[in-house]
């Protein structure tokens, strides 16, 4: 499976963002989907994810509410949309698949088995 994530850039603060990801290598349908991000010095959180149908989705609690993940199987896309930016958004953003079936494990790292190569998000207050 190879992801490509697109769509980054330089915004300001309460601007909104829309994040894409291109699959290949597999029915995009069968894979678990999510989206991480990285900031500078820190860790890779969890951000938000979906099932392979688009049915489930879960989000970071701080992301709540302003990040809406979504998929369109038909183009081997996954999406996040961002509203209202923060300069705390500023990251490499990550999506993310795994072939297991969604489950409770959905915010770990470790529970996804391919990786895009990130798209940066910088936020500017």
């Known amino acids: 499976v190879q992801l490509q994530a697109s769509g980054g850039g330089l915004v300001q603060a309460g601007d909104s963002l829309s994040l894409s990801c291109a699959a290949s290598?597999?029915?995009?349908?069968?894979?678990?989907m999510g989206w991480f991000r990285q900031a500078p010095g820190m860790g890779r959180e969890f951000v938000a994810a979906i099932s392979g149908s688009g049915g489930r989705t879960n989000y970071a609690s701080s992301v709540k509410g302003r990040f809406s993940i979504s998929r369109d199987n038909a183009k081997n896309t996954l999406y996040l949309q961002i509203n209202t930016l923060k300069p705390e958004d500023t990251a490499v953003y990550y999506c993310?698949?795994?072939?297991?079936?969604?489950?409770?494990?959905?915010?770990?790292?470790?529970?996804?088995?391919?990786w895009g190569q990130g798209t940066l998000v910088t936020v500017s207050s």
């Open positions: 290598g597999r029915t995009f349908s069968t894979l678990s």
């Open positions: 993310a698949a795994t072939t297991r079936y969604y489950s409770g494990t959905y915010y770990s790292t470790g529970w996804y088995d391919y």
